[in-house]
């Protein structure tokens, strides 16, 4: 999560030189949340990304604090827009049919959801992540490939109460109860991803002011 250029100002206060020939200044970093101390996030200065460590003690919201940066010091270049999508809906296949993200996407949606709240630091529910939480790219990855596993052993399940002949469940089997708990399982599972999904959208659209 980076700030916006709005969140801090430099300060006149010159610190020790961190690159040879660039000094180091302090500037005002708004604290995009609650966040403990230590933690460490993104901020931007001048198109420059930086990362800001939270003093000790930890900050509130919209709490200002001062931290160093380094103008041109290395950091990355902020490509994030401000108040817009980075990309359209159409642009799924901008950098060709064969992209790992395009079929990650489309074969392990919440896998890749894993990996922007990895990058965004939000835990897998989608709001922001406390020091010590698990990777929600791991986290989500392991339910996408429970969900696998189960719908396999349930499809075996089922198939093991069809009547070879006739081709519809045998009568007075566990069929029906066993399918309504797998329709139950993926109803619950569908929930859960527009939920985090959602919650990761609503983070980004408020951090980048869409």
Known sequence: MSTT?????PMAVAMPTAVKGVPMVEVLVS????????????????GQTFSVTVPAGGVSRGQTFSAPFVPGGGGVSASVPEGRWKDGLCDCCMFGCCHPALWMGIC???????????????????VRANPGDRSPFKVLLGITIFAMVWSRIFSNLLKGYIDPNTGLPIEGSPFWTIYAVNIAFFFALGVFSIY????TRRYIRESSGI
């Open 5 to 9: 250029k709005q969140d801090y100002e």
């Open 31 to 46: 604290a995009p949340s609650h966040l403990p101390g230590g933690y460490i996030f993104d901020a931007a200065a001048n």
């Open 108 to 126: 392990c949606r919440l896998a890749l959801l894993g990996q922007v709240q990895n990058r965004l630091r939000l835990n897998w529910l989608g």
């Open 196 to 199: 985090v999904i959602l919650k």
